[in-house]
């Protein structure tokens, strides 16, 4: 069935790159999604990319995909104190069916 | 612009309880409506969509049911409510008018005595 891996925990210091990383195994996935989940809120959705892009940018945040790899990643620039949260990496097969999530990464920012 | 509102924000309820959740859209038709759970470990699990009014696919068996009764409203219930039930609720719509990708509303927190 489909499956959405991401790692659990990533550290990095106030002003470096994150970059968080997702493996998905249905290759028939059209949209890939980075969500972002505050403590006790909602997820809010950060930026998606179409199966046919390689690279999608918004002004801090870019998202790579290897669609060979099924390899997802989000790179957060000049990481701050206010990025810490789960990211969630989600895959669907179109825009109107339910989405599968990974597990979420938990981004610690050290100021 | 859409807005999703969903209540209430936090519930504690005893075991055998009934539960009503309620979910509301704003600004769009014709949306695709989703109620998720997410336990402690954090990841989600689908519980219910909706293409449209009356129409309700449930992903997972269990003593919780979804009901459509208007275009933007979705409602999760449960006639008794189990401690298995504690949870982060979350609904989420998408498509709709300009195929929107899923948005989620803030959740509710619901802990079982």
């Known amino acids: 069935g489909e499956d959405v891996e991401q790692s659990l925990f990533l550290s990095v210091r106030e002003g470096d790159s994150s970059v968080i990383n997702c493996t998905y195994t249905d290759s028939s996935s059209t949209y890939l999604y980075w969500y972002k989940q505050e403590p006790g809120a909602g997820l809010q959705l950060l930026t998606y990319i179409f199966s046919n892009m390689d690279m999608k940018q918004d002004q801090r945040l870019t998202v790579l995909l290897n669609k060979k790899d099924k390899h997802l990643s989000l790179r957060i620039a000049d990481t701050q104190t206010g990025d810490s949260a789960i990211y969630f990496c989600?895959?669907?097969?179109?825009?109107?069916?339910?989405?599968?999530f990974g597990k979420g990464t938990r981004l610690s920012v050290i100021a | 612009s859409q807005t999703i509102h969903q209540w209430p924000a936090t519930l504690v309820q005893p075991v055998g309880s009934p539960l009503s959740l309620e979910c509301t859209v704003e600004g769009t038709s014709n949306p695709n409506l989703y109620w998720y759970r997410q336990a402690a470990g954090r990841g989600l699990q689908l519980l219910f969509y909706s293409v449209g009014i009356g129409q309700i696919s449930s992903e997972v068996p269990q003593n919780l049911s979804a009901s459509r009764p208007q275009d933007r409203q979705f409602i999760l219930s449960s006639k008794k409510l189990l401690l298995s039930d504690s949870g982060f609720y979350l609904c989420a719509w998408g498509g709709g008018q300009g195929n929107q990708p899923q948005h989620f509303g803030d959740g509710t927190r619901l802990s079982i005595l």
């Open positions: 989600a895959e669907s097969y179109s825009g109107n069916t339910p989405l599968v």
